[in-house]
């Protein structure tokens, strides 16, 4: 990593990621910046940013580095928040976190490392890249290039993914080695930026609940929900007689399709696109993989010359969701992707 001398930014949540990330690009010989990225927050419901900020601080203070608090509740809030709603309402499965990257991490935060005359940004993604192209990370577990098919190329020849080289094994190695004071902190699950709320809990305080009918694919009734809206295609449901996986969802009518059946194939033909973003060319015919899901499985396929569907050229093994995410790779170099119609 031949950064020494080199101004970095570096994206610091508070975890133990993006800490060692510092840590690494600093040994490394970087002058290293530290910015907490301030979001948009539930008003009403428990999150953990203030906390959250303040182990960035002490990761800051820990490696003697400049610090700074990044308001970025504007995009944030029109960005993923709104995007996630607007999804849910409409029947859809969205990735907000696709979008806070986006918008938000090599968005927002990319603008302002720019203005303060940065060389580089930095996150603590498992991911990698190499002269500006995307590449998958060497933990295939931890892998996050799914996330990051929509960051802009002129942000991506501007990042630096260190973590990408290693396991997360190392990196908690790391963290010790280095003495860091959330070392030993947990990963956040949640969706980014809204902590330890979960997804469920945010959609019912937004939506509220409203009683409907679950029925099979003969159309018999089998049970019941508590809104269409806060389901997804492929879910597990808690019926007798189960297990039962969402299949279709009927807005209109607050009726959700099940089956036994989750993982049978089901998609015939081309997978259409929108919102594209593509980093790379290919060769007409080139049999490329796909994700429609993080850590799902890859499927092989062409893309259209336009780059508006893939067509799979493997069965796809479950129910696409409207909405979701398809990734395309050329071996472990990310093509680009865009959002399953």
Known sequence: MKVKGKTIFVGLSGGVDSAVTAALLQEAGADVVGVFIQGWYPPGMPCTWRSDRRDAMRVAARLNIPFHTLNAEKEYKESVIDYLLREYKAGRTPNPDIMCNREVKFGAFYRFAKEHGTDYIATGHYAMTEEGKLLRGVDEGKDQSYFLWAVPSDALAMTLFPLGEQKKDETRRLAKKFNLPNATKRD????????????????????????????????????????????????????????????????????????????????????HLTDTNWLENTSPDEIL???YRYHGPRIEGTLSADRTSFTPTTDVPEALASGQSLVIYSGELCIGGGIIQ
């Open 289 to 291: 993989t796909a994700q």
């Open 188 to 271: 956040s699950q949640g969706i980014c930026f809204l902590g330890s709320i979960s997804v469920d809990d945010f959609l019912r305080a937004e939506f509220g609940t409203k009683a409907g009918v679950v029925v099979d694919e003969q159309g018999s009734e089998i049970g019941a929900h508590d809104g269409a809206v806060l389901h997804t295609i492929g879910e597990r449901l808690s019926l007798a007689d189960g297990p039962w996986y969402v299949t279709k969802k009927d807005m209109e009518r607050n009726v959700l399709t099940v089956a036994h059946e989750r993982l049978t194939p089901t998609q015939t033909g081309a997978i």
